[in-house]
């Protein structure tokens, strides 16, 4: 449990993604945990990552605090709404959603591979490597922020399904609140990755005390697996710019196909 | 409101970026002795913990036991990230930034709603 934690937060760092995509197969498909109690399980490894990785952005000043903390209050009631209906819904459903979720992160993987992106998908918690900071340089970009903000109204609305999707699948909800933030607001990509950063904390927060409340998180599973992904995260965020990203995505994306195709097999019964 | 970073902000920033790591560090310190004292005693973590039951954690640190410490630092992470928000709220009333304060006060309150919901769904 302990080394699955210290692989996930390691592929999640190196590749941009937050350990929840791999925690929750990870510990249902793996160790045969409920999926419910893998989904609270990851909200606190998420919490973890978010908050180590969000310190990093705010000290270089890349987070928006102030939008962050406006789209916070939205993804934050979607979390509890998210939180409330996970608990109703039937555990083959989220096991659904979750395949549909893992399909579709590969399929955004593979187009960015195709392009041969240089940057890593700012798809949800992401530790920023050791060598940004100097590009970042001691101002970040603030300068470029001039956003949208006659258009909060529809990034409220994409925040609040961040938060639900965060606390129904126990992941940071970065797939969604990135691509707000960038194409509805018009906020620069890094600018928007390291506020969502920001951002998954307090949404997966505010999940957890649900699950937290209603006996969905194991201490016992949580604890080992929090620790690997904080080691694994940390060594990811170190050793990253030594490893070449374009194979890892490759292998990354057959992992998630494969466990894609396991989540259907169960949201169908046959697993 | 305008929800540009102005200069106002960037002695706030820093200061939230250490109680950010602060809080995450002496959490995953408290949850890295309850995992060592776990595998210590030979619990399997998949065994199934004890329910969480705050008053039972002073007793169960002053006793060494893995659940004292585990519950202790799970609860700290899930705090760290509203302990940011408690300080960008008396960063914001320094400045006199109502808007932003109260903006922080209803994130606190729908935090905090989590908790009633997950007790009235119980």
């Known amino acids: ?271 | 409101m305008d929800l540009r970073v102005d200069r106002s902000t960037t002695d706030l920033e820093p200061a939230l970026a250490r109680l950010l790591q602060a809080g995450t560090y002496v959490s995953i310190a408290l949850v890295g002795i309850g995992t060592l004292l776990l595998l210590a005693a030979g619990i399997s973590p998949l065994a199934g913990g004890p329910p969480l039951d705050v008053g039972e954690i002073p007793a169960d640190i002053a006793a060494g036991r893995p659940e004292g410490f585990l519950w202790l630092g799970i609860l700290g992470i899930c705090a760290t990230p509203s302990l940011r928000l408690v300080g960008a709220l008396i960063g914001f009333w320094r400045r006199g930034e109502q808007r932003m304060v109260a903006v922080a006060l209803l994130i606190l309150v729908v935090v905090a709603a989590g908790v009633v919901v997950g007790l009235l769904a119980g």
């Open chain 1, 1 to 271: 449990m302990l080394a699955g934690g210290v692989a996930a937060g390691a592929f999640g760092s190196i590749l941009g993604l937050g350990g929840g995509l791999l925690i929750v197969p990870l510990l249902t498909l793996g160790f045969g945990l409920p999926l419910r109690e893998a989904v609270g399980c990851s909200l606190v490894c998420v919490i973890v990552t978010s908050s180590a990785s969000a310190g990093v952005y705010l000290q270089r000043r890349q987070a928006n605090l102030r939008l962050g903390m406006v789209l916070e209050l939205f993804t934050a009631a979607g979390a509890i709404v998210g939180g409330a209906i996970a608990f109703l819904i039937d555990e083959r459903v989220l096991a659904g959603l979750f395949a549909v979720l893992l399909v579709y992160v590969a399929v955004t993987m593979l187009g960015g591979l195709r392009q041969q992106a240089p940057a890593a998908p700012a798809t949800d918690v992401e530790t920023p490597p050791p060598s940004d900071t100097a590009a970042a340089g001691p101002g970040g970009d603030r300068e470029d922020r001039g956003y949208a903000t006659e258009r909060l109204p529809l990034a409220a609305l994409g925040s609040v399904g961040a938060g639900v999707a965060s606390a129904l699948l126990g992941i940071g909800g970065g797939l969604i609140k990135v691509p707000v933030m960038h194409l509805v607001l018009g906020v620069p990509l890094r600018v928007a990755t390291a506020t969502s950063n920001l951002m998954i904390g307090i949404t997966a927060s505010a999940s957890a005390a649900v699950y937290l409340v209603r006996g969905g998180i194991d201490a016992y599973v949580t604890g080992p697996t929090a620790i690997g992904v904080f080691v694994g995260a940390t060594l990811g965020s170190r050793l990253g710019h030594r490893i070449s990203v374009r194979s890892l995505r490759v292998l990354f994306v057959a992992v998630l196909l494969y466990t894609a195709v396991e989540m259907a097999r169960k949201a169908l019964g046959l697993g």
